[in-house]
């Protein structure tokens, strides 16, 4: 009994070790995710703001060509 004790042993070293690996990957997954969702808000708000001040841009040449 004691060798196939020991067979048993082995995966069940080799698992918590695998969970791990798969927990790290995970969180790192996760960590991109929000670093990459962070990164869109700001670029998001970039371009809006951009948007914006062409739009006024756009708006003082209509009025300024209107007059």
Do not use: H
């Amino acid at each position: 009994m004691e060798p196939s004790g020991g067979r048993k042993e082995k995966p069940k070293g080799k698992e918590p070790a695998a969970r791990l690996e798969k927990a790290k990957q995970k969180s790192a997954q996760q960590e991109l995710k929000q670093r990459q969702r962070a990164e869109i808000y700001a670029l998001n708000r970039v371009m809006t703001e951009l948007e914006q001040q062409q739009f006024d841009s756009f708006c003082k040449q209509m009025q300024a060509s209107g007059e």
